[in-house]
């Protein structure tokens, strides 16, 4: 298994500029996340995802959107651009209680390191 | 709301000292807690994890954590550091129903020769 797969690994922007971080995994996982992670403030949750077509919320969801039409596909897109977006963005996947694999641990991936200018 | 602080954004230990990251919580249902570590410029790997089994955990690389839900606390442990223990680690709260996982700010270990 690849485990949690993201790409590209690097990204620079312009301000308004829109693109897509891919994120996808191959073990069969309901539950995937995404993240980002800023100095001094964790990781903090911005959408996740409870199975192929239901997304939700977390912690900082505005200026990305997200769509789950697969199990193994969770792709995170931002629309226009900010300064404010520059992170570095991890995906996760778990799967649900009382299965395989051990309960709610998150599998993370390698991250994209974003700067937009 | 559920809610992790972790104590101390930085700890330094000297080498062969024991670490200790401090962690405590908020949940209004049982919880699921975890650690992980991450190394500089690489992603998060789960040291340990809490689901409500034995209270005291023992993970990989030698670190354990005490579930004491009357301090609502998950602190992480270990006996005696290694300079490859060197990175930052997380405290995470997880919610069985929905695959959400909120985490507090980071603990840096710094290990000292």
């Known amino acids: 298994n690849a485990g949690v797969t993201q790409t590209p690994k690097f990204q620079v922007l312009k301000t308004g500029q829109s693109m897509t971080l891919q994120c996808a995994q191959d073990m069969n996982h309901e539950y995937m996340s995404w993240y980002r992670q800023d100095p001094g403030m964790g990781l903090r949750l911005i959408h996740y995802?409870?199975?192929?077509?239901?997304?939700d919320q977390g912690e900082v969801p505005n200026g990305y959107n997200v769509s789950r039409s697969t199990t193994e596909d969770f792709p995170l897109r931002l629309l226009s651009a900010a300064p404010s977006q520059t992170s570095v963005y991890f995906c996760?996947?778990?799967?649900?209680?009382?299965?395989?694999?051990?309960?709610?641990?998150?599998?993370f991936g390698p991250g994209t390191r974003l700067t937009v200018l | 709301a559920q809610s992790v602080t972790q104590l101390g954004s930085h700890v330094s230990v000297s080498e062969g000292a024991l670490v200790l990251l401090r962690c405590n919580y908020s949940?209004?249902?049982?919880?699921?807690l975890f650690w992980y570590v991450q190394y500089p410029n690489q992603g998060l790997q789960l040291l340990l994890k809490y689901t409500s089994a034995a209270t005291l955990v023992k993970g990989i690389n030698g670190f354990e954590a005490e579930f004491k839900k009357s301090e609502t606390s998950f602190h992480l442990t270990k006996p005696s550091a290694h300079m490859s223990d060197a990175a930052e680690y997380f405290c995470g709260l997880g919610s069985s129903n929905t695959g959400k996982l909120i985490f507090g700010q980071g603990t840096t270990l710094q290990v000292k020769p």
């Open positions: 996760a996947s778990s799967s649900p209680s009382g299965r395989a694999p051990p309960t709610d641990t998150q599998y």
């Open positions: 949940s209004s249902v049982p919880p699921y």
């Open positions: 995802s409870v199975g192929a077509g239901i997304t």
